[in-house]
T-cell receptor, first 111, second 114 residues
Framework: GQQVMQIPQYQHVQEGEDFTTYCNSS?????IQWYKQRPGGHPVFLIQ?????EVKKQKRLTFQFGEAKKNSSLHITATQTTDVGTYFC???????????FGDGTTLTVKP | DTEVTQTPKHLVMGMTNKKSLKCEQH?????MYWYKQKAKKPPELMFV???????INESVPSRFSPECPNSSLLNLHLHALQPEDSALYLC?????????????FGQGTRLTVV
């Protein structure tokens, strides 16, 4: 089935530093979604990207979808302690209704 | 109301017990999902209900039995579980069952099988 690979697995940053996580697929994705899961919490939808080359911003978060629609990234500018958690990308699966999650990138922020 | 509510939040059960997990949403979503999540791993899809019909079963063992009584409710019946089934069980819903629709997750049931 369709898989999305996510790197890095872990990222430790000092508060104020930037952070980026990358999601890659061997096949073209019709769309990609990003979720954030706080420690002990549940995944929360952040955004969906659909168009080739799309860039969307949410305050300090910037999401990009590659021109070939095979990769995506999430960049956080000037991290804060509230940014800690695991960020997952999710691509559409082979069946309608089935999303395939990447392995996630766990971000820790040192104050 | 943009919430997916799951009960119970925590459950400890023996391997011979029968229990049920419950999930409810009132957003008018027509697709509902059960996921299993082990520590430090991504959610793994178990079942998808679309318009109250089971549309995807990801080869889940029969000791897990889903049920969708109506468009707002989703149950997961558990019987004869194994310790390795201990995990966070997440319910989610989306407007439709098509891929690429935003999924709303419940807070999950943290299940421990002893």
């Amino acid at each position: 089935g369709q898989q999305v690979m996510q790197i890095p697995q872990y990222q430790h940053v000092q508060e104020g530093e930037d952070f980026t996580t990358y999601c890659n697929s061997s096949t073209t994705l019709s769309n990609i979604q990003w979720y954030k899961q706080r420690p002990g919490g549940h995944p929360v939808f952040l955004i969906q990207l659909v168009k080739s080359g799309e860039v969307k911003k949410q305050k300090r978060l910037t999401f990009q979808f590659g021109e070939a629609k095979k990769n995506s990234s999430l960049h956080i500018t000037a991290t804060q302690t509230t940014d800690v958690g695991t960020y997952f990308c999710a691509g559409p699966g082979t069946n309608a209704g089935k999303s395939t999650f990447g392995d996630g990138t766990t971000l820790t922020v040192k104050p | 109301d943009t919430e997916v509510t799951q009960t119970p939040k925590h459950l400890v059960m023996g391997m011979t017990n029968k229990k049920s997990l419950k999930c409810e949403q009132h957003m008018g979503h027509r697709a509902m999902y059960w996921y299993k999540q082990k520590a430090k791993k991504p959610p793994e899809l178990m079942f998808v209900y679309s318009y109250e019909k089971l549309s995807i079963n990801e080869s889940v063992p029969s000791r897990f039995s889903p049920e969708c009584p109506n468009s707002s409710l989703l149950n997961l019946h558990l019987h004869a579980l194994q310790p390795e089934d201990s995990a966070l069980y997440l319910c989610a819903s989306s407007r439709t069952g098509g891929s690429g629709t935003e999924a709303f997750f419940g807070q999950g049931t943290r299940l421990t099988v002893v």
